[in-house]
């Protein structure tokens, strides 16, 4: 029997300042964090997705819940992830992204039709955003 993931459900970023990078996406994504403590703050990232937000070092520590326990983790460095938007949203997020005063660092046009648009975030990760066409998947 072979059995396949469904999706990525939570992608998690550590960061230099919690509140500074959750106040960014919060901005971003025009949208309300679902959870937001001192250790972790987390977003909708559209279609039963997750974005994880944690305080660098608060995430090293296991935490119990009531379910059971959440083993340690942690990152650093230049990490790079990518949301999906729709191909009619290009334009509508590079305006929103020069609202935001957020520089686009790139752009790039995929064999397969799609679009990426890249920036930084304030702990310096690429963020992309990422229209169909980009992979054979996507």
Do not use: N
Not at 46 to 53: D, R, V, Y
Not at 99 to 127: C, H, K, M, N, Q
């Amino acid at each position: 029997m072979t059995v396949r993931i469904q999706r990525v459900l939570e992608t998690a970023l550590y960061c230099d300042d919690l509140q500074r990078t959750a106040a960014f996406y919060q901005r971003l994504l025009s949208t309300a964090p679902m959870l937001s403590s001192e250790r972790l703050v987390a977003f909708d990232a559209g279609a039963a997705t997750m974005l994880l937000l944690f305080q660098k070092g608060e995430s090293i520590k296991p935490v119990q819940a009531a379910g059971g326990l959440v083993p340690a983790h942690d990152g650093s460095g230049p990490v790079h992830f990518a949301l999906a938007i729709d191909s009619a949203d290009v334009s509508g997020w590079e305006a929103r992204l020069s609202e935001l005063g957020i520089a686009i660092e790139s752009r790039v046009t995929w064999e397969g039709g799609g679009r990426s648009i890249y920036f930084r975030d304030p702990d310096g990760r690429s963020v992309e955003l990422a229209t169909p066409g980009t992979w054979p998947t996507y």
